[in-house]
């Protein structure tokens, strides 16, 4: 199974008229953050394929029509609608999963608070996210048999593709979760690539690292 994983940057590769025969054998899209709904939307009229994405720390106009408000039990529902089925043909997964042709995907975005912008997290904020999500994760390991398959997420895992700059250095947290859940992949952006020779993938307990900035596809083995 092919999964075109995306973030940062708009590749003339992916939003090319080409797309169709190049990622003709995708089966689905992982946004890791810092793009454009309109380029998700592109992605999904042309593959024609699920696409599941998060938020990193720029392009953040669309981000306050996701998140949760103090609002009455129908706008609730409308709110809930919009976020699952009306972003453009991409389904939103901050702080949630979704189960695609059997693969279990979490997804975590954000980045390293730094000057307290939108959907910055210190360390203490991020461990929290993730033990809100530790019944689903037993869910999974109860009826599936794994915790979880793949963590998308925005920022990298501190000391692993990370930068020395408090923005672009990585969660500890994204450490334990891989030491305690054993996700096969972590999926990240953030950290911008100029060179053939940097590195995009780091094993990291049994898990792999990989960075997607511009495109990578994943060759998914369940």
Same mark, same amino acid.
């Given at each position: 199974m092919k999964i075109l994983c &995306?973030?940062?940057?708009i590749d003339p590769l992916v939003y090319s008229a080409q797309i169709k025969e190049r990622f003709k054998d995708v089966q689905l899209v992982? %946004?890791?953050g810092d793009l454009p709904i309109e380029y998700y939307s592109y992605i999904v009229s042309c593959l024609n394929v699920s696409l599941l994405f998060i938020f990193g720390n720029h392009n953040l106009s669309r981000l306050?029509?996701?998140?949760?408000?103090? /609002?009455?039990?129908?706008?609730?529902?409308a709110e809930e609608n919009f976020r699952n089925q009306s972003a453009s043909g991409a389904t939103y997964l901050e702080d949630r999963q979704k189960k695609i042709k059997n693969v279990l995907v979490i997804g975590l975005g954000g980045s390293m608070r730094y000057n307290d912008g939108d959907h910055q997290f210190n360390e203490f904020q991020m461990y929290l996210r993730i033990f809100k999500l530790i019944p689903?994760?037993? =869910?999974?390991?109860?009826? #599936?048999?794994? =915790?979880l398959d793949i963590l998308l /997420?925005?920022?990298?895992?501190?000391? &692993?593709?990370d930068k020395d700059d408090l923005c672009h250095t990585g969660f500890k947290a994204f450490l334990s979760f891989m030491a305690w859940f054993k996700p096969k #992949?972590?999926?990240? %952006?953030h950290i911008h690539?100029?060179?053939?020779?940097?590195?995009r993938k780091t094993l990291y307990k049994k898990t792999q690292v990989i960075n997607c900035y511009d495109h990578f596809v994943?060759?998914?083995?369940?």
């Open positions: &995306i973030a940062d940057h992982l %946004g890791a306050k029509h996701f998140q949760r408000h103090d /609002t009455s039990p129908n706008e609730l529902i689903r994760l037993l =869910w999974n390991r109860i009826f #599936y048999g794994r =915790w /997420t925005h920022a990298p895992p501190r000391g &692993i593709h #992949y972590l999926v990240h %952006g690539l100029y060179n053939l020779n940097d590195v994943l060759e998914y083995t369940p």
